[in-house]
């Protein structure tokens, strides 16, 4: 059974960075496509980040394109959201997810309904 734990989600003030982390029991990190997601009070979820299975392809959302970065660690089974430059408008529940489809190797998916697995959430909050 696949789990996902995300982590490093905490309070920061606008301009501030944070370093989220999703580390994934009974599954391996390498063979899947990752995604990022996000979900403010009364708002729907919304992508946030992606990355391929090989690694070489990571696709972002216009609103935080240039600030924040998806990452992997095939040893640490783990992927990670660098997010710089935060704003208020950031503060939302953070959640990974796992593709377990096999798709092409340079693939990374937006769609939510390509997602097989999530984690429980990591709140960021940021104050202006």
């Known amino acids: 059974q696949v789990q996902l734990v995300e982590s490093g989600g905490g309070l920061v003030q606008a301009g501030g960075s944070l370093r989220l982390s999703c580390t994934v029991s009974?599954?391996?990190?390498?063979?899947?496509?990752m995604g990022w997601f996000r979900q403010a009070p009364g708002k729907e979820r919304e992508f946030v980040a992606a990355v391929s299975r090989g690694g070489g392809t990571t696709i972002y959302a216009d609103s935080v394109k240039g600030r924040f970065t998806i990452s992997r660690d095939n040893a640490k089974n783990t992927v990670y959201l660098q997010m710089n430059s935060l704003i208020p408008e950031d503060t939302a529940v953070y959640s990974c997810?796992?593709?377990?489809?096999?798709?092409?190797?340079?693939?990374?998916?937006?769609?939510?309904?390509?997602?097989?697995?999530w984690g429980q959430g990591t709140q960021v909050t940021v104050s202006s």
């Open positions: 997810a796992l593709d377990r489809a096999l798709r092409a190797w340079s693939r990374a998916s937006r769609q939510e309904y390509d997602y097989d697995d």
């Open positions: 009974g599954g391996t990190v390498s063979s899947y496509a």
